[in-house]
T-cell receptor
Framework: GAGVSQSPSNKVTEKGKDVELRCDPISGHTALYWYRQSLGQGLEFLIYFQGNSAPDKSGLPSDRFSAERTGGSVSTLTIQRTQQEDSAVYLC????????????FGSGTRLTVV | KQEVTQIPAALSVPEGENLVLNCSFTDSAIYNLQWFRQDPGKGLTSLLLIQSSQREQTSGRLNASLDKSSGRSTLYIAASQPGDSATYLCAVIRSQGAQKLVFGQGTRLTINP
């Protein structure tokens, strides 16, 4: 597509429920990233996928968070047993990867855990 | 560990003024630096990307410079307009390892008509 698409744009869930957030990157972009932006905070790196390489999961805050990328394209970020502190905007970005690629971000998913 | 700092945290100026936003980073071994803007409740829009071999990039009224040796980048906005009001974020990518962005906290800019 023309840009990075994220869905849903807004999600309200009850504490303890599982949620899935979707990211559809720009066609041909081999690198995909998830970031989290909490209210009044900066952007926090979560996870990075590059082609067929093992993902860099170093930013995932707990084992309740997981992500997968199917067929080198669409990615799903799953949060299990959501907590109120998970409330944030979850941003996805993609890039061509390799040397010097700029990043294109989606509009984000605003997650509210009540 | 790479740390990125943006000064000031907030800036309010009258319309028409030229202004400079600052970004500094602790590790000069960066691969490139990217400036973004973020409107309230929105995602990030890329403004300028400066590759490691470059010293500046220009797009319209925006000019970004990069001085790796001093660990600094500046974003210059000429003839500011109310529509420029947003949060401006700079982010750096390390030369080695995973190419994840390290962001500053941003500068919240308000242009008053």
């Amino acid at each position: 597509g023309a840009g990075v698409s994220q869905s849903p744009s807004n999600k309200v869930t009850e504490k303890g429920k599982d949620v899935e957030l979707r990211c559809d990157p720009i066609s041909g972009h081999t690198a995909l990233y998830w970031y989290r932006q909490s209210l009044g905070q900066g952007l926090e790196f979560l996870i990075y996928f590059q082609g067929n390489s093992a993902p860099d999961k170093s930013g995932l805050p707990s084992d309740r968070f997981s992500a997968e990328r199917t067929g080198g394209s669409v990615s799903t970020l799953t949060i299990q047993r959501t907590q109120q502190e998970d409330s944030a905007v979850y941003l996805c970005a993609s890039s061509l990867g390799g040397a010097g690629g700029g990043y294109t971000f989606g509009s984000g998913t605003r997650l509210t855990v009540v | 560990k790479q740390e990125v700092t943006q000064i000031p945290a907030a800036l309010s100026v009258p319309e028409g003024e030229n202004l400079v936003l600052n970004c500094s980073f602790t590790d000069s071994a960066i691969y490139n630096l990217q400036w973004f803007r973020q409107d309230p409740g929105k995602g990030l829009t890329s403004l300028l990307l400066i590759q490691s071999s470059q010293r500046e990039q220009t797009s319209g009224r925006l000019n970004a410079s990069l001085d790796k040796s001093s660990g600094r980048s500046t974003l210059y906005i000429a003839a500011s307009q109310p529509g420029d009001s947003a949060t401006y974020l700079c982010a750096v990518i390390r030369s080695q390892g995973a190419q994840k962005l390290v962001f500053g906290q941003g500068t919240r800019l308000t242009i008053n008509p």
